[in-house]
Every structure is written in C-alpha cells, then in structure tokens.
C-alpha cells in the first residue's frame, strides 16, 4: 500500500479558505485515482472529490461543488483539495485515498473502492 501523509488542516473562519495536501510516497502515485472523503461529527464517512490518474478527470460531491478543487502535480506525489468558501457543515475529518487495485472507466466515490488511506486531518470552520 501506498503511504498517504496528509497535511494543511485547521480553523478556518466560514467564507474562508483551505488547501489539504496528501502526499505519496513510492513511484506508482501517478498511477492511482485518488480521492478526498470526510467524516463529520455524529456522522458517516462521505464522498467529497476524486480525481484520475493523470488529472485530466475530476469529479465531486454536489454538497461541495463549486467550492472546492481537487488536482495532483504527479511530478511531486501530492494530491491537493483546495477549498473556499468554506461553512461550518464542511467542519469534519479529512482523509485522502488511493485506488491501486483496479482500472476505473468511472471516478469512484465508493470509499471501498479505494485501498489506502492518509491519516486524515481535521477541518474546523467557526461560524
């Protein structure tokens, strides 16, 4: 399994802004779809965004579309998801993963189709 290092949580005020980082370590980063799910208090584990391999492809949730962005810089190992406008209902745990086993003609948002997880980080955004 890849090792996923995340990094660039904290408090944000509502309105504002973050950027998450995760970064890979290995050779075979530029290989993996990768995704960001979050878990907030008293809840599930939910789909936020994914992104293809080569980042040509990227998809996200409807409760974040439009204010946030994921890409990757392959070059670097790093997967980013920057934010804006940020609300207290985007306060939760952060967590980046890594799809390695399989082919995807679609952008899974299925958490098990994903096979290793950073350790997350958590986004607290005041009101």
């Known amino acids: 399994q890849v090792q996923l290092v995340q990094s660039g949580g904290g408090l944000v005020q509502g309105g504002g802004s973050l950027r998450l980082s995760c970064a890979a370590s290995?050779?075979?980063?530029?290989?993996?779809?990768m995704g960001w799910f979050r878990r907030a208090p008293g809840k599930e584990r939910e789909f936020v965004a994914a992104?293809?391999?080569?980042?040509?492809?990227?998809t996200y949730a409807d409760s974040v579309k439009g204010r946030c962005s994921i890409s990757r810089e392959n070059s670097k190992n790093i997967l980013y998801l920057q934010m804006s406008n940020l609300k207290p209902d985007d306060t939760a745990v952060y967590y980046c993963?890594?799809?390695?086993?399989?082919?995807?003609?679609?952008?899974?948002?299925?958490?098990?189709?994903?096979?290793?997880w950073g350790q997350g980080t958590q986004v607290t955004v005041s009101s």
């Open positions: 992104i293809n391999n080569s980042g040509s492809r990227k």
């Open positions: 993963a890594a799809a390695e086993g399989q082919y995807y003609s679609f952008l899974p948002e299925d958490p098990t189709d994903y096979d290793s």
């Open positions: 290995g050779r075979g980063f530029r290989n993996y779809y």
